[in-house]
């Protein structure tokens, strides 16, 4: 499993990311909250703003349809998209990912 973590502008933005990855079947589930971020601009000025977080509960040969999606809804040009490898995780969540994420 893997846990694909990106943010988005806010929340409404995070759940019409994780719907569509739903739908798409290239995730078996999406957890999201709104965070607050501090950031560097592109003009280089430090920005505080309210965000989302997402986690994307996936399998590691769906991170490039995922990163591709989520770069055509996203807002931002440039955005954050870093992949973590779940090494461990219980059998019976295995065997149910498998079965809604397609192949």
Known sequence: ?????TTC???MEAVKMG??????????AVNLWPI???RRASDGAVVSELSAGMFIKTMEPKIADIETLITRFHKESLPYIGAIDIRRFNRSYRE????VVKE
């Open 1 to 5: 499993m893997v846990l694909i973590y």
């Open 9 to 11: 502008k806010d929340t």
């Open 19 to 28: 719907t569509e990855i739903l739908n798409e079947r290239l995730a078996s």
């Open 36 to 38: 607050q971020t501090i």
């Open 96 to 99: 149910w990912m498998t079965s």
